[in-house]
Protein backbone atom coordinates (compact mmCIF):
# COMPACT_ATOMS: atom_id res chain seq x y z
CA UNK A 1 0.00 0.00 0.00
CA UNK A 2 1.11 3.51 -1.26
CA UNK A 3 1.44 5.67 2.07
CA UNK A 4 2.30 8.92 -0.10
CA UNK A 5 0.18 9.32 -2.32
CA UNK A 6 0.34 11.97 -5.60
CA UNK A 7 -2.99 11.33 -7.29
CA UNK A 8 -2.29 13.61 -10.35
CA UNK A 9 0.21 12.08 -13.01
CA UNK A 10 0.49 15.35 -14.66
CA UNK A 11 -0.96 19.25 -14.08
CA UNK A 12 -0.43 22.20 -16.73
CA UNK A 13 -0.86 25.81 -15.79
CA UNK A 14 -0.15 28.79 -17.85
CA UNK A 15 3.25 31.30 -16.93
CA UNK A 16 2.18 33.96 -14.15
CA UNK A 17 -0.70 31.66 -12.43
CA UNK A 18 -0.69 29.81 -9.33
CA UNK A 19 0.02 25.61 -9.65
CA UNK A 20 -1.19 23.87 -6.32
CA UNK A 21 0.04 20.27 -6.22
CA UNK A 22 -1.00 17.74 -4.06
CA UNK A 23 -0.08 15.00 -1.47
CA UNK A 24 -1.65 13.02 0.71
CA UNK A 25 -1.08 10.24 3.21
CA UNK A 26 -2.14 7.59 5.36
CA UNK A 27 0.39 7.20 8.28
CA UNK A 28 -0.50 9.24 11.17
CA UNK A 29 3.30 8.50 12.32
CA UNK A 30 4.45 11.20 9.95
CA UNK A 31 6.10 13.65 11.44
CA UNK A 32 8.17 15.83 8.31
CA UNK A 33 7.36 16.26 5.17
CA UNK A 34 9.20 17.66 1.87
CA UNK A 35 8.74 18.43 -1.11
CA UNK A 36 11.76 17.40 -4.44
CA UNK A 37 12.14 18.63 -7.77
CA UNK A 38 13.55 16.70 -10.43
CA UNK A 39 14.86 18.19 -14.24
CA UNK A 40 15.35 15.07 -16.59
CA UNK A 41 18.28 13.02 -16.68
CA UNK A 42 19.17 14.91 -12.68
CA UNK A 43 19.32 13.71 -9.40
CA UNK A 44 15.54 15.15 -6.67
CA UNK A 45 16.76 18.64 -5.69
CA UNK A 46 15.24 19.39 -2.40
CA UNK A 47 12.44 22.41 -2.52
CA UNK A 48 10.93 23.33 1.03
CA UNK A 49 9.64 21.35 4.08
CA UNK A 50 7.23 21.59 6.90
CA UNK A 51 7.25 19.80 10.23
CA UNK A 52 3.88 18.81 11.63
CA UNK A 53 4.22 20.92 14.34
CA UNK A 54 3.26 23.73 11.23
CA UNK A 55 0.24 24.23 8.78
CA UNK A 56 2.25 26.28 6.61
CA UNK A 57 5.70 27.17 5.60
CA UNK A 58 6.83 29.58 2.97
CA UNK A 59 9.69 30.28 0.81
CA UNK A 60 9.98 32.78 -1.74
CA UNK A 61 7.10 31.40 -4.70
CA UNK A 62 6.93 28.15 -2.74
CA UNK A 63 4.13 27.56 -0.05
CA UNK A 64 3.75 24.30 1.29
CA UNK A 65 0.51 23.72 3.54
CA UNK A 66 -0.25 20.87 6.12
CA UNK A 67 -3.78 19.83 7.26
CA UNK A 68 -2.93 17.27 9.81
CA UNK A 69 -6.57 16.10 10.42
CA UNK A 70 -7.24 15.62 6.43
CA UNK A 71 -3.75 13.95 6.10
CA UNK A 72 -3.15 16.53 3.22
CA UNK A 73 -0.30 18.46 2.06
CA UNK A 74 0.25 20.73 -0.89
CA UNK A 75 2.60 23.04 -2.77
CA UNK A 76 1.71 26.30 -3.99
CA UNK A 77 3.74 27.97 -6.58
CA UNK A 78 3.03 31.42 -7.43
CA UNK A 79 3.32 33.00 -10.20
CA UNK A 80 3.92 29.95 -11.94
CA UNK A 81 7.63 30.16 -14.24
CA UNK A 82 8.23 27.92 -17.44
CA UNK A 83 11.46 26.93 -15.58
CA UNK A 84 9.10 25.66 -12.34
CA UNK A 85 7.81 22.44 -15.22
CA UNK A 86 9.48 19.59 -13.88
CA UNK A 87 8.39 16.52 -11.79
CA UNK A 88 7.44 17.20 -7.91
CA UNK A 89 7.98 14.61 -5.47
CA UNK A 90 5.77 14.97 -2.31
CA UNK A 91 8.21 12.97 0.71
CA UNK A 92 7.30 12.70 4.18
CA UNK A 93 9.54 10.56 7.02
CA UNK A 94 9.43 9.42 10.94
CA UNK A 95 10.75 10.90 13.76
CA UNK A 96 12.62 13.77 12.49
CA UNK A 97 14.43 11.73 9.97
CA UNK A 98 15.40 12.48 6.76
CA UNK A 99 16.55 9.08 6.40
CA UNK A 100 13.92 6.73 5.37
CA UNK A 101 12.06 9.46 3.33
CA UNK A 102 8.63 8.12 1.69
CA UNK A 103 8.12 9.50 -1.86
CA UNK A 104 5.15 9.73 -3.78
CA UNK A 105 5.02 8.68 -7.36
CA UNK A 106 5.10 12.29 -8.44
CA UNK A 107 3.33 14.94 -10.40
CA UNK A 108 5.02 16.32 -13.80
CA UNK A 109 4.22 19.80 -13.87
CA UNK A 110 4.00 21.74 -17.50
CA UNK A 111 4.07 25.63 -17.41
CA UNK A 112 3.47 26.99 -20.61
CA UNK A 113 4.37 30.53 -21.51
CA UNK B 1 33.02 18.26 -7.09
CA UNK B 2 30.43 20.21 -4.90
CA UNK B 3 28.25 17.75 -5.35
CA UNK B 4 26.98 13.56 -5.16
CA UNK B 5 28.43 11.83 -7.93
CA UNK B 6 27.86 8.81 -9.15
CA UNK B 7 29.33 6.42 -11.36
CA UNK B 8 28.38 5.08 -14.06
CA UNK B 9 25.68 7.25 -15.14
CA UNK B 10 24.48 4.43 -17.34
CA UNK B 11 25.33 0.49 -17.38
CA UNK B 12 23.47 -2.11 -19.66
CA UNK B 13 23.93 -5.53 -18.07
CA UNK B 14 22.92 -8.51 -19.10
CA UNK B 15 20.92 -11.00 -16.63
CA UNK B 16 22.73 -12.95 -14.62
CA UNK B 17 26.02 -10.66 -14.55
CA UNK B 18 27.33 -9.00 -11.50
CA UNK B 19 26.82 -4.62 -10.99
CA UNK B 20 28.59 -2.29 -9.25
CA UNK B 21 27.62 1.21 -8.55
CA UNK B 22 29.52 3.66 -7.18
CA UNK B 23 28.45 6.78 -5.32
CA UNK B 24 31.15 9.87 -3.93
CA UNK B 25 29.11 11.93 -1.34
CA UNK B 26 29.40 15.35 -0.45
CA UNK B 27 32.85 15.46 1.45
CA UNK B 28 32.12 15.70 5.10
CA UNK B 29 28.49 14.16 5.39
CA UNK B 30 27.93 11.96 7.77
CA UNK B 31 25.10 10.41 6.37
CA UNK B 32 24.59 8.19 2.68
CA UNK B 33 21.69 6.74 1.41
CA UNK B 34 20.75 4.68 -1.71
CA UNK B 35 17.35 4.82 -2.95
CA UNK B 36 16.13 2.56 -6.40
CA UNK B 37 13.79 4.37 -8.61
CA UNK B 38 11.72 2.06 -11.15
CA UNK B 39 9.92 4.10 -14.22
CA UNK B 40 7.41 5.88 -13.14
CA UNK B 41 7.57 5.75 -9.44
CA UNK B 42 9.23 7.53 -6.78
CA UNK B 43 12.34 7.02 -5.48
CA UNK B 44 12.16 3.67 -2.47
CA UNK B 45 14.97 3.80 0.33
CA UNK B 46 17.12 0.90 -0.16
CA UNK B 47 19.87 1.60 2.48
CA UNK B 48 21.23 3.87 5.09
CA UNK B 49 24.96 4.45 6.38
CA UNK B 50 26.27 7.00 9.32
CA UNK B 51 29.90 7.55 8.69
CA UNK B 52 30.57 3.95 7.85
CA UNK B 53 28.02 1.87 9.88
CA UNK B 54 25.19 0.38 7.48
CA UNK B 55 22.09 1.38 10.26
CA UNK B 56 19.39 0.60 8.00
CA UNK B 57 19.40 -2.19 5.28
CA UNK B 58 15.88 -2.73 5.29
CA UNK B 59 14.62 -2.10 1.67
CA UNK B 60 17.40 -4.24 -0.04
CA UNK B 61 14.79 -6.03 -2.29
CA UNK B 62 17.00 -9.33 -1.79
CA UNK B 63 20.25 -10.52 -0.78
CA UNK B 64 21.43 -10.10 -4.07
CA UNK B 65 22.25 -6.25 -3.19
CA UNK B 66 25.02 -5.46 -1.29
CA UNK B 67 25.58 -1.93 0.04
CA UNK B 68 29.26 -0.66 1.45
CA UNK B 69 31.05 2.38 2.86
CA UNK B 70 33.92 1.25 4.39
CA UNK B 71 36.05 4.11 5.15
CA UNK B 72 32.55 6.21 5.72
CA UNK B 73 33.09 8.50 2.13
CA UNK B 74 32.64 6.46 -1.42
CA UNK B 75 30.12 4.13 -1.49
CA UNK B 76 29.22 0.88 -3.64
CA UNK B 77 25.73 -0.80 -4.37
CA UNK B 78 26.92 -4.04 -5.50
CA UNK B 79 23.58 -6.49 -7.56
CA UNK B 80 24.64 -10.13 -8.06
CA UNK B 81 23.14 -11.83 -10.34
CA UNK B 82 20.99 -9.37 -11.95
CA UNK B 83 17.35 -9.76 -13.30
CA UNK B 84 15.24 -7.59 -15.08
CA UNK B 85 13.20 -6.21 -12.42
CA UNK B 86 16.22 -4.85 -10.76
CA UNK B 87 16.14 -2.02 -14.03
CA UNK B 88 15.90 0.97 -12.75
CA UNK B 89 17.56 4.11 -11.56
CA UNK B 90 19.76 4.01 -8.50
CA UNK B 91 20.01 7.08 -6.74
CA UNK B 92 22.62 8.44 -4.11
CA UNK B 93 21.78 10.77 -1.68
CA UNK B 94 24.01 12.44 1.23
CA UNK B 95 23.08 14.62 4.48
CA UNK B 96 25.23 16.73 6.96
CA UNK B 97 22.61 15.77 9.47
CA UNK B 98 22.72 12.30 11.38
CA UNK B 99 19.51 10.44 11.51
CA UNK B 100 17.19 11.52 13.87
CA UNK B 101 17.92 15.01 12.68
CA UNK B 102 16.33 17.19 10.05
CA UNK B 103 18.91 17.60 7.42
CA UNK B 104 18.45 18.20 3.51
CA UNK B 105 19.04 15.34 1.21
CA UNK B 106 21.10 16.00 -1.70
CA UNK B 107 20.96 13.63 -4.52
CA UNK B 108 23.45 12.50 -6.93
CA UNK B 109 22.17 12.26 -10.90
CA UNK B 110 21.43 8.71 -10.46
CA UNK B 111 22.67 5.46 -12.17
CA UNK B 112 20.22 3.85 -14.47
CA UNK B 113 20.51 0.71 -14.59
CA UNK B 114 19.03 -1.40 -17.51
CA UNK B 115 19.21 -5.46 -17.93
CA UNK B 116 18.50 -7.30 -20.50
Known amino acids: DQQVKQNSPSLSVQEGRISILNCDYT??????FLWYKKYPAEGPTFLISISSIKDKNEDGRFTVFLNKSAKHLSLHIVPSQPGDSAVYFCAASYGGSQGNLIFGKGTKLSVKP | GAGVSQSPRYKVAKRGQDVALRCDPISGHVSLFWYQQALGQGPEFLTYFQNEAQLDKSGLPSDRFFAERPEGSVSTLKIQRTQQEDSAVYLC??????????????FGEGSRLTVL
Open chain 2, 93 to 106: ASSLAMQGDTGELF
Open chain 1, 27 to 32: NSMFDY
